[in-house]
């Protein structure tokens, strides 16, 4: 984050018709800039004279030149390169110095005043940044967003809107004819995603460092909740993204359509922003997200072998993001039509349009310097969990469909007639999903799939506990019918992932019990709705487990008893009683085979 | 399968309109509405970088046990 002058590392050639013409008269003299971070380091600005303090945001002046290609660039008049990003990384600074001082309720006064400054515009400072998105050095670019999405978290509430009407105009503005400025959008996307990406409590569990303002520091104590509460700023950028977001999603759309390889970078920005904003973690609300679900069935549509394999993952990404099937779908009662439709149309691309057989796993970055190696694994992970969870919310819209309706009037032959078709749908996509695994993994071909998922996933708890999940509730769901079919019922077996799960983790309770008490993985859910089955197909599932039915229920005793342990000396963070009730029940019909079998 | 789905009856949209009335619960971080209190419980958990283990000598906390038990091994 600092940088130095003799630290700074030349950049080739990117440059080089601008510098031979800017004059440099402050090359020599960083002493402002240098003075300006060592305090900042120190968490205080108290002795830096106010003349030295203003003196790099008094001198800024934006001059604009032509590149040669038709394309305007920026520069700060009179200042290097390396001045520049000194100054950029110095503005970074103070906005998260003044950040992390709010979150502690204890401010350096003079850090406070010029931050206050800077909101008030006296120096036009948002204006400067967003020019620096036409610099010719893209670190600059890279700089400047960076210390205009901590401005912005200093600003909170007292952003101007016209300042984000600039930031989002900017990432529209075209330099050549009939495009966009690939680097000027990247900027204001990024830009965005960082504010939106914000938490307001993020110290590392583990950092030791103690950044309080020095003894002699003039300190403000600040106890205004308000301080704290990044939502607003987040809510007025993706307001004012909103506007313009059709016209940017249609410009990737051209863009990926006609260069699917070219202009990476600002595809992957523009990605991992619409994921950012449909994030459950974004903590936005649905009401103000909503107009970013409108164009995702286009982009489906561009997954094909044509788009790289880094396009490939963040879009796969994306759409794991909507399809949030852990953290929300599989806990309301009523779905929400994006997700469902997003779902429809993976199911269809499966089905019909065999998307399993265009994944880049042979191209992707499966081993560095991209060699034949084994392939992208965690691509291959990312599109079978999307697919798994495209087909559990297929299967739990039919039921909460279903259940609705026979509440009605009674339709239940109807309702078995749906689930009847959604069955063969459902069974010709995991078909396809099956071969598509094993062609590309040296499994078994008997294994079934409910056990190959905990395998595939074994490296990656949250996506393996959420496949889980997903296979469970398509179990339960279709199922739970007479007739339904024997082949899919043991590919799904909950019994059969849960004895892989439990050899994963080396039958350790201890490990589920960090999982339940952390909120890093859906384990909660998967467990309870896990006894439940079990509670309810005791048989069955007593009959898959075979010899391995003591090995699992003894760890569950295990964790009834460690859990009851915390409970005792009120260490559990909520209510896990409905868990303990449904492990009690377990264990009861455990001891009746036992009391039974002697 | 989709022809199935698609056909929406005013019927069911009526239903749809009163059981979405009849959810009680919302998410007080991004509004989304759940029946039962305890998914609600579960979903918010998810919006929650949860702080939940206190170190007993420092009172510093942390997101997780393992991170704990690794932070009092460096007391010993």
Redesign the interface.
Known sequence: MVLTKSRAAPVAGMDGPVKKKVKRSDEENNSDLESLQKNLLGQCLCSMPDSVLRKPFRSLKILHQDDGHGCCTAYIANWSRDRTLLFLSSVQLLCEVALKQNARGLVCSRISDVCDALIRNEHGLVDYLIELSAHSDRFVSFASGRALSAFFLVSRAHVDPRWLDRLTDNALSSSYPETTHPQKMAFSLDVIKRVTEW?D?EEH??EDKDCQPPPSCHVLSVSDPDSLDSSQIKCLCIKALEAKWPAVVNSFDRILRIYPTQHESTVVTFLGLWEAIIS??A?????DTKPFYAHLANFVALLNASVSPIVWRHMLDLFNEVLCYG??LA????LAEEPCSLA?LIV?SVKDWRLLETIPYRGGSGRFGGGTGDGDRPLLQKAVLLVLKAVAVTVK??RC?SS??SS?ASESEDVDA?MA??E??IREVLRQLDNCVKALLPFHPETPLAQWVVQLFSDQDDALIEGMVCCLDVSVGLFHRENASQDLRRALSPAISLAQFLRTVSHGSDVL??YL????T?F??YL?RLLKYIRRNWIEFATTCGNELSDIMSVFSRLHLAIERLIARSLF???IN?VLRLLEKCEQLYENINVQQF | MFAIMQVETEERREFRKRMRAKCEFVCKYCQRRFTKPYNLMIHERSHKDDVTFTCEVCGKTFKRQDNLKQHRCGWR
Request: with cysteine; charged share 25%.
């Open positions: 938490k409590c569990p583990l459950v973690k903590n936005l609300s649905i009401v953290s929300t806990l309301q009662d009523i429809h269809r819209e039919t469909e609705s309706d009605v749906d078709v959604i063969r749908s019990l960090d008490v952390s909120n890093e859906c909660l859910l309870l963070p909520y209510n409905p």
